[in-house]
């Protein structure tokens, strides 16, 4: 996915109406082969947003090992 725009003209729009841009990354690792008849997997995410400045920042990365864990639902009894 990309975006193409006059940077200076989608600062300034942007100022305009009070909104900056952000990205959402989210990614899946998964080790594949060994001896583990299980496959070990790790799910990240992070966060990028465009400043007023025009550069891009990145937030830390967030690792989710455990699902049960992470997932970030209410749990029920």
Same mark, same amino acid.
């Given at each position: 996915?990309?975006?193409?725009?006059?940077?200076?003209?989608?600062?300034?729009?942007?100022?305009?109406?009070?909104?900056?841009?952000?990205?959402?990354?989210?990614?899946?690792?998964?080790?594949?082969?060994?001896?583990?008849r299980?496959?070990?997997?790790?799910?990240?995410? %992070?966060?990028?947003?465009?400043t007023?400045?025009?550069?891009?920042?990145?937030?830390?990365?967030?690792?989710?090992?455990?699902y049960?864990?992470? %997932?970030?639902?209410?749990?029920?009894?």
């Amino acid at each position: 996915m990309a975006l193409l725009a006059d940077l200076d003209d989608l600062l300034v729009r942007l100022d305009k109406i009070g909104c900056r841009l952000v990205w959402t990354l989210l990614g899946e690792k998964w080790v594949l082969g060994g001896e583990d008849r299980e496959t070990p997997r790790i799910i990240y995410s %992070q966060l990028a947003w465009l400043t007023g400045t025009g550069a891009v920042k990145v937030g830390e990365r967030r690792f989710f090992e455990n699902y049960n864990q992470d %997932q970030g639902l209410a749990k029920t009894q």
